[in-house]
């Protein structure tokens, strides 16, 4: 007997894909290595607006609600804090930040999720001089992989998937021992070794966050100046993060380092130790929309990739339209589908 599906790679794509999968009765397994971090070392924020452009983020009002109560239903499953309502608070630093952001409320679109005014900063640790608001939320991805993992533990191969030994029929893909109906590859920035993908023009853009702690700063929302102060509790906060787009490894870069630190010193004014350098490579394509959909020679090989940015909002939905794209035939919109791409595969 064959099972359903193979999914390569647990990221948030990953994951995304095995959660429809197991909630419309489909059989899986799951190959993943840790050979890419970006879910793991990610900021978990889900941030409604483009800050630098005071825009709504793209499709929000699809994304959003889809996000939050796909969440919400692994935090009940397994009563973990993993998703958390929480405020995002924007400095202002001079009179054109002020104004731009008072504009912004006469956009529809964004009322719903930025502060009606401008607020004093009244915490002496920050350097700010006005804050404005956004209604933000966090996900814990520690909690949500640490619960995930052990949920698919049945179905789960801690190892690197050798696209080599993958054989390819008609109606199904063999990978070693298994046969599977269809196989979808959600590896991430790791496409770039997949042979089925890897001229689809994923690119590679490095981030690295400082883990700081500070007794004294006390924060419970996030902060976001030049970069994104993000709690994690007992006094360690992210800090960060930083683009470059090279070299694409996964080691701490004393440049972002030394980005973020002189960031930092402007953001907040009280003491901090660095505990901490990570970083990940965000899968990212040149639209700046994920790809999602089948190869075009292979009707069982699928895929879920590029989100460079945003995954946290934007993967659970994106998985159920692969997923339905898959079993129910549903077109997939065109802004995301891997059609945009066929001329280079
Ligand atoms: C520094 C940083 C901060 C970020 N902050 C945020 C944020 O706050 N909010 C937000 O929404 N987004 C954020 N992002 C973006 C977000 O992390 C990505 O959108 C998301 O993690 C991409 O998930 P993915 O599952 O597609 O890829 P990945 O997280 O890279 O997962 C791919 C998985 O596949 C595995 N894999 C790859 N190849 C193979 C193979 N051959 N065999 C087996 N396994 C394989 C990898 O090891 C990995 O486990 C951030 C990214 C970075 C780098």
Redesign the pocket.
């Known amino acids: 007997m064959y099972k359903d599906f193979l999914i390569?790679?647990?990221?948030?794509?990953?994951?995304s894909v095995a959660r429809h999968l197991e909630l419309s009765n489909n059989s899986f397994d799951i190959?993943?290595?840790?050979?890419?971090?970006?879910?793991?070392?990610?900021?978990?924020?889900?941030?409604p607006v483009a800050v630098k452009r005071m825009k709504p983020a793209w499709q929000v009002e699809k994304y959003l609600p889809f996000a939050e109560s796909f969440y919400q239903a692994l935090d009940k499953q397994f009563s973990s804090d993993i998703y958390l309502n929480k405020s995002l608070n924007v400095f202002i630093h001079n009179t054109e930040q002020e104004n731009n952001w008072y504009e912004a409320l006469d956009k529809p679109r964004l009322k719903p999720f930025i502060s009606s005014q401008v607020y004093n900063n009244d915490n002496q640790n920050l350097s700010a001089d006005k804050i404005g608001k956004i209604k933000a939320a966090s996900v814990n991805l520690a909690h949500l992989f640490q619960n995930t993992k052990l949920h698919y533990q049945k179905q789960w191969k801690g190892?690197?998937?050798?696209?080599k030994d993958l054989k390819i029929d008609e109606n199904y893909v063999s990978y070693q021992k298994e046969t599977y109906k269809h196989i979808i590859f959600?590896?991430?920035?790791?496409?770039s070794?997949?042979p089925f993908f890897k001229d689809l023009g994923i690119y590679g853009?490095?981030?690295?966050?400082l883990i700081i702690e500070s007794k004294a700063l006390q924060l419970q929302e996030f902060y976001k100046a030049k970069y994104?102060l993000?709690p994690l509790g007992n006094d360690l906060y992210k800090f960060?993060?930083?683009y470059q787009r090279q070299p694409l490894i996964h080691q701490p870069s004393a440049e972002a380092k030394s980005q973020m630190m002189e960031a930092l010193d402007k953001m907040i004014k009280t003491p901090y130790k660095i505990v901490d350098q990570?970083?990940?490579?965000?899968?990212t394509t040149k639209d700046r929309r994920p790809v999602v959909g089948t190869h075009p020679k292979h009707k069982n090989i699928h895929i879920?990739?590029?989100?460079?940015?945003?995954?946290?909002?934007?993967?659970p939905k994106l998985g159920q339209t692969l997923v339905e794209h898959i079993l129910k035939k549903k077109t997939i919109d065109p802004e995301i589908s891997i059609q945009r791409f066929h001329a280079q595969i």
């Open positions: 390569v790679g647990f990221g948030l794509s990953g994951l190959i993943s290595d840790n050979s890419q971090r970006s879910s793991r070392i990610a900021g978990g924020i889900i941030n190892e690197t998937f050798q696209h959600c590896e991430g920035f790791g496409v070794k997949n853009n490095k981030g690295d966050y994104f993000i960060g993060a930083t990570v970083c990940g490579i965000r899968p879920l990739n590029g989100f460079g940015s945003r995954g946290v909002m934007l993967s």
